[in-house]
């Protein structure tokens, strides 16, 4: 970790924050009802994860530094985020709040505790969801039941008597017990079942089932790998110390780690870090899912991020 760095580090945290003070003054302190705090007593820090945006890298350095040895399997380095539900701040936890400087306290969380989260573009955490969603079939049969099931059936069901829905959606639930059971290599592809052309979501029906589910604010909007970074992390409200962006993090997170106090751990940082990768969606890859959309829908989900745009200083994907 270099001084240069963490001194450009340092003065772009410090430029951001002191910008995401100013919009939540601003914008009258908005409230989005998100608790998705963990504190970690080990490291006395309060991570904030954002999927997509690096959280791999951080729920595993923190899965090893609070539950050595308690969570190892052998040949096992992925580890669900479930593994630090014991962490989580729950609203429950609430108590009076003593102190000026932090909107929401929880009995759990020590006095002064920094609390920090990663961000990143909004379009490339939407093309890195998806590009998991349709090379990992096991992913897509896991978020069946929480979008990929119904972004499917809403798209491809239309001219479909019930009859013919109905047998097309045994024969996919077929294919998902397949799937459970990893035996793929010997299975055949039914013919004539829209639900398998292809057997997993297009990234324009995704693109559809977030817009309609953002205009009806339900629950299933707020699904935190496509729901605004602003809106899940609540920035105003959890009065966030530190924010870093995944483009920046080579420059950006020796500087957290050292206000966090976590500096001694950087090779385990590191061997996190470098296992889940940087990005893995590339401006090219990102700029070819979006040409798929029609204009009016690109311009709907840029609308959707205008608050990541806003606060934590992205600009909107436009394209020629």
């Known amino acids: ?62 899965i090893d530094l609070e539950l050595p040895g308690d969570h190892a399997k052998p040949g096992q380095d992925y580890y669900h985020l479930t593994f630090l539900d014991p962490f989580k701040l729950e609203t429950t936890q ?48 896991h978020q069946w039941a929480d979008w990929t099931g119904e972004a499917i059936t809403h798209s491809r069901s239309k001219g479909l008597t019930e009859a013919q829905k109905e047998a097309f959606l045994d024969e996919m639930l077929v294919y998902h017990e397949v799937v459970k059971q990893h035996k793929l290599g010997s299975y055949v592809m039914p013919e004539g079942n829209p639900y398998f052309n292809p057997p997993y979501p297009t990234f324009q029906e995704m693109v559809i089932y977030i817009i309609r589910h953002h205009k009806s604010k339900d629950r299933k909007y707020f699904n935190g790998h496509w729901v605004p970074a602003a809106i899940w992390s609540d920035p105003c409200q959890n009065e966030i110390d530190y924010v870093i962006k995944l483009e920046s993090e080579s420059v950006e997170a020796p500087y957290l780690l050292q206000q966090l106090g976590l500096t001694n751990h950087t090779e385990l940082y590191l061997s996190k870090a470098n296992k889940s990768g940087a990005s893995s969606a590339s401006a ?29 200083g992205y600009e909107p994907v436009e394209l020629d």
Request: proline share 6%; aromatic share 14%; net charge positive.
């Open 284 to 312: 090219d890859n990102v700029r070819q899912y979006l040409r798929k959309l029609t204009a009016e829908q690109l311009a709907e989900l840029n609308a959707i991020y205008t608050i990541d745009y806003q606060l934590f």
């Open 94 to 141: 609430f108590r009076p709040n003593n102190r000026k400087h932090k909107k929401r306290v929880f009995e759990k969380e020590p006095e002064g505790s920094p609390r920090f989260t990663i961000v990143r573009h909004p379009m490339f955490r939407l093309v890195s969801h998806y590009s998991r969603t349709m090379n990992y079939p096991m992913e897509m049969v």
């Open 1 to 62: 970790v270099s001084t240069q760095s963490t001194g450009v580090g340092r003065r772009d945290v410090e430029e951001r924050m002191e910008h995401i003070r100013r919009l939540c003054v601003q914008f009258r302190q908005p409230n989005y009802g998100m608790f998705n705090l963990y504190y970690m007593p080990t490291a006395r820090v309060t991570w904030i994860p954002v999927f997509k945006a690096g959280s791999t890298t951080w729920k595993q350095f923190f």
